[in-house]
Structure formats: structure tokens, C-alpha cells
């Protein structure tokens, strides 16, 4: 499979707990983004990377939120000390390095429920 | 700011018919515009890629129209089938900030047999 790939695809958690996510985007992709969703919404950006740097980083992206990655490969997304309203789907996604109109692919999510 | 609207929030068609799917958004500065498909608890899907200098592309049962001037783009899909059912998302990449992708909350189609 050469798409997006997120794991896992659910995680239950307890409040207070800490929960990382991880993603790999397409193989040839240096764009790398995370978007959130709640029900009945559309995705809101959290944050972008270029290669290994982070780029941008949303206002919803408090400091309980952090995200890497090292290699320019793969991502992870950690929530510490988790709260109910972070209870969301998680969804990453890539892009080539060609301008600003490419197209975006993202993966199948994680879903996250905070009890 | 970049507002993306999608409406309506949601449409019941029988099956067979053709239908319209509208986005408008409120700043026309626009790299592209991309629909996709989400099926309920699953990722996205992404169905056409319009770039800001083209008016069209089609795929298949779909045609995506954009009209920059306007701040409108519609999804068109032809002799639809239950298997269309799902929420559709219009998202733009503004130029103000190329590193986001910015979506409306989506229309959910539900195709009946």
C-alpha cells in the first residue's frame, strides 16, 4: 500500500493520560500535515512540516500538543494528559514539494476517544 | 480569513438522479481546490484537484466546476448511486497560507435505492 498510513486507527484513553499517533505519509512526499475533526465538521489544520521542520502550527495546537519529525519521514502526534474535548479524528496527510498546488492525500485517520 | 461554506449540510436524492454539490468560499486568492469523499469513520478520499487557473475537471460520474471570480465551485455527479452516499468536502489552499489546505464542514449524501 503506498498511501498515507496512520496508526492506529482508534485508541481509548483515559483522561490524563498520554496518546501518540503516528503517520507515514507517501514515500516521495516532504509535505506533511495534521488536521483535527469532530463530528459533523471539516478538518481544522494543526500543524505542517516541510521535510523535518515544523512550519506552522495552528492556535488549536495548545502546549499539551506536540508533533515531530526527525528523519523527514514519518510523523508522530503526542497529546499529554489528554482531555474529553480532544476526543477527535486525527488525520494526516502528504504532498510533493512541486509549488503550493499540489494535491493533498490523506490517510485513513485515528480516531480518539477520551473517557 | 479563509471561510469555506458548504451547502447544504446534507441531501436525500433517489437513486439515478443527477445532483449539485455547492462550496463558496470568501477569499478568491486560491492556489487550487480539491473535493473529496468521506465515508463515515474513515479518512479522506480525495476525488478532483482544480487548480486556479482551470474552470473544470471531470472523473468519471464527477465534474468539478470553479469559478474564482466568484468564490464558488460546484461538484457535479451524474446518474447517482447508492454507493455515492457519503459527506462530501470542498477544501481550498489560499495564498495567504499555502501550507494549509482550509475546508467547509461538508454536504452528507445519502443516495436511496
Known amino acids: 500500500d503506498t498511501g498515507v498510513s496512520q496508526n492506529p486507527r482508534h485508541k481509548i484513553t483515559k483522561r490524563g493520560q498520554n496518546v501518540t499517533f503516528r503517520c507515514d505519509p507517501i514515500?516521495?512526499?516532504?509535505?506533511l500535515y495534521w488536521y483535527r475533526q469532530t463530528l459533523g465538521q471539516g478538518p481544522e489544520f494543526l500543524t505542517y512540516f516541510q521535510n523535518e521542520a515544523q512550519l506552522e502550527k495552528s492556535r488549536l495546537l495548545s502546549d499539551r500538543f506536540s508533533a515531530e519529525r526527525p528523519k523527514g519521514s514519518f510523523s508522530t502526534l503526542e497529546i499529554q494528559r489528554t482531555e474529553q474535548g480532544d476526543s477527535a479524528m486525527y488525520l494526516c496527510?502528504?504532498?510533493?514539494?512541486?509549488?503550493?498546488?499540489?494535491?493533498?492525500?490523506f490517510g485513513q485517520g485515528t480516531r480518539l476517544t477520551v473517557v | 480569513k479563509q471561510e469555506v461554506t458548504q451547502i447544504p449540510a446534507a441531501l436525500s436524492v433517489p437513486e439515478g438522479e443527477n445532483l449539485v454539490l455547492n462550496c463558496s468560499f470568501t477569499?478568491?486568492?486560491?492556489?487550487?481546490l480539491q473535493w473529496f469523499r468521506q465515508d463515515p469513520g474513515k479518512g479522506l478520499t480525495s476525488l478532483l484537484l482544480i487548480q486556479s487557473s482551470q474552470r473544470e475537471q471531470t472523473s468519471g460520474r464527477l465534474n468539478a466546476s470553479l469559478d474564482k471570480s466568484s468564490g464558488r465551485s460546484t461538484l457535479y455527479i451524474a446518474a447517482s448511486q447508492p454507493g455515492d452516499s457519503a459527506t462530501y468536502l470542498c477544501?481550498?489552499?489560499?495564498?495567504?497560507?499555502?501550507?494549509?489546505?482550509?475546508f467547509g464542514s461538508g454536504t452528507r449524501l445519502s443516495i436511496r435505492p
Open positions: 477569499d478568491s486568492a486560491i492556489y487550487n
Open positions: 477544501a481550498v489552499r489560499p495564498h495567504s497560507s499555502a501550507s494549509k489546505i482550509i
Open positions: 514515500s516521495e512526499h516532504n509535505r
Open positions: 496527510a502528504s504532498s510533493l514539494p512541486q509549488g503550493a498546488g499540489t494535491e493533498a492525500f
